[in-house]
């Protein structure tokens, strides 16, 4: 299920506040075989229902109400983690520094080539939908642990902290050959064929061990 | 009085030595005379007219030198005029130097200097002085230091023909009301020049910035459709060039491309007539003055979420008028309106712009805003220069909308609009047959 929906059409996302710039947006994107939905404003793109796909985030720096970099600051905030193509008609480099520091995948000064549009809207949509996948991924793994005991779940964290097993032992009280076993199971369960991918795993959810 | 009497025989010489009450009157007349003079002579005018009452002063006193000098603020004297008998020099203009440099920390100390001799003179510098006076026969020197709010802005200097002359105080209170009626001349002089310099750079730096915003908002309004018309092309040909063109999104994509193109002209068109005719009067229809700056100004309204009401007459509004700094006027007025409601939150922010003609009156221009409105203390101030309630502002905007509608036999006024905001109201004579 969760595969299929990453199959979906990607979606590119227009806000601008002049119906000249979203229409011309629009007919470049669909052109090129895009899904497109445009909208006046950042309130009303905030309060629509998009698909739950690999989507980009075009817009002008120069919105209406709260400014195209104050609207990707709340975005972040927000966490709504998409990304965004800025459009601006001012060649304004602090603004550009400051939109490609906050993780803005181009920033385009008016009038654009059609081709570094389209460009910057596939880097947008390949970036989002790594993201996704990855997400969907720490997904897996969260169930995963989740379906170990809490004895397992704690024998992962020191294992990955790099315990040895007779040290994991004297820890937390159990034999040698008790602490073998487990960690077996850990492994099986989790899906890991090494120590290392291990510890990777434990570092995507968050829950490895200090080293000590 | 007592104290004077010996110098009766060089009286014609040295009359405040022996003063009469014809003479004592005489002075009184002088020094009225010279104060009416004063509070009326204009700044540029203030040098030459210290120089007349110092040649009428030496004159009436029968002395032989009279000068005024003028102190910076850290002390420095300068002289400024100086008029003297027939046959003497008078004291070189501009700063002072050599012998006459020991007087200077002196008088700007506050210190009278009254000499009556050789003897009074300080031992330092009473050789060179000596030398100096000897030859020209002068002695009694008197220095006044001249005070305009406490602080010594300038002297009068005196000098009589040899005598064993005195000062008296009522004479030296009497030279140094007189300097002073002088000095305050000087110091008005003063700070109308700062003020006027002041101003004419703020004029300047304000228009330059006024022009800097208006450049950054054509360009943007340009731009627009430069983009929508560049990116409408491109998405056209791509559609062309699809294995299976979509000749209905082809031809909308022109129609946009057609539309756009007419938007930017029709920018152009109102930008070139904005600097045509740049300091003409010409006959221009207010009403259509009025939609073009609206339409420079759009991106700036709707950025600021401004709702905007035009009420204008349908026939045109003639009047004889400088297109630009007209335009300047009423970009200003919408300018304040949209600024003055841009905390306005809990209801629309409405800019109501109207246009009317009246028989009185002649042409009326109203523009109005929901903001928060003007209290009545700074109500009476918004036209005075420097007068602003904006963090930026210069305080020169109105000041400047205000003379040019006055310069066009106008008046601009303003008041509380109901039920929030205030109203910006325009009135210009029509142009009639006859002044065209």
Redesign the interface.
Known sequence: MREDHLKLQPAVFVID??A??R???S??F???GLQVELFASAPEFLASRRPDVASCLVLDV?L??PSGLDFQAELAKANIHIPIVF?T??GDIPMTVRAMKAGAVEFLP?????QD?LDAVRAGLELDRKRREDASEVAGLTSRFDSLTPREQEIMRLVTSGLMNKQIAGEIGVSEITVKVRRGSVMKKMGAKSLAELVAMAEALGVRGKPR | MEGVSRGKKIAAKSRASDPSLDELLAFERLRFDLSSRFANVAADEVVTEIETALKRLYEFLGFARATFGEFSERGDLSILCSAAAKGLETVPLGRITGFRKWFEKELFSGRTIAFRSWDDYPAPVSRAVEEHYRQRDIVPQLLIPLTVGGNVVAMIALVAFRSGREWPDEFVARIKAIGEVMAQALIRKRSEDALRATQSELARVSSLTAAGQMAASIAHEINQPLNAIVTNGSAGLRWLSNPEPDIHEVRAAFERIVREGNRASQIIVGIRAMFKNDSREASLDLNRLVRETLTLLDSELRMNKVLVQLELIPEPLRVLADRAQLQQVIANLITNAMEAMNTVDDRARTLRVKSATSKTDGVLITVEDSGQGIDQENHRRIFNPFFTTKPQGMGMGLTICRSIIESHGGNLSASAAHPHGTVFRVVLPIETADSA
Do not use: C, I, N, Y
Request: proline content about 8%; aromatic content about 4%; hydrophobic content about 30%.
């Open positions: 506040d002049e000249s710039q229409d011309a947006l007919s470049l669909r052109s090129v120069r209406p109400g459009m008609g001012h008016k009038p654009f080539r059609d549009m």
